[in-house]
């Protein structure tokens, strides 16, 4: 059974930076698309980034590029979520998912979901 965990949330300031995390247990990543989304409250669930773990290839959304970036840790078997310059618009739970598939950007395409982490930007 997969399971994911997410680690790493917090409260920063405006222009502050913060680093998630994304282990999984129960199975090795290897043609897995493991995409961070986020969901604020009242909003519908968003897709931020995700990475093709076999390619190293990334994919971001406009409002999270050249702000955040995802990588691979081979060996913990994790995914990380390098977040700079937070706005307060960033503010959200922030959720891992996976697919050993392709790449999409679509939530319900994803088969397995972490419990989520707080992200708070104070203005």
């Known amino acids: 059974q997969v399971q994911l965990v997410e680690s790493g949330g917090g409260l920063v300031q405006a222009g502050g930076s913060l680093r998630l995390s994304c282990a999984a247990s129960?199975?090795?990543?290897?043609?897995?698309?493991v995409g961070w989304f986020r969901q604020a409250p009242g909003k519908e669930r968003e897709f931020v980034a995700v990475i093709f773990w076999s390619g190293g290839n990334t994919y971001y959304a406009d409002s999270v590029k050249d702000r955040f970036t995802i990588s691979r840790d081979n060996a913990k078997n994790t995914v990380l979520l390098q977040m700079n310059s937070l706005k307060p618009e960033d503010t959200a739970v922030y959720y891992c998912a996976a697919r050993w598939s392709l790449v999409t950007m679509t939530p319900t395409a994803y088969d397995y979901w972490g419990q989520g982490t707080q992200v708070t930007v104070s203005s």
């Open positions: 129960g199975r090795t990543f290897s043609s897995t698309a």
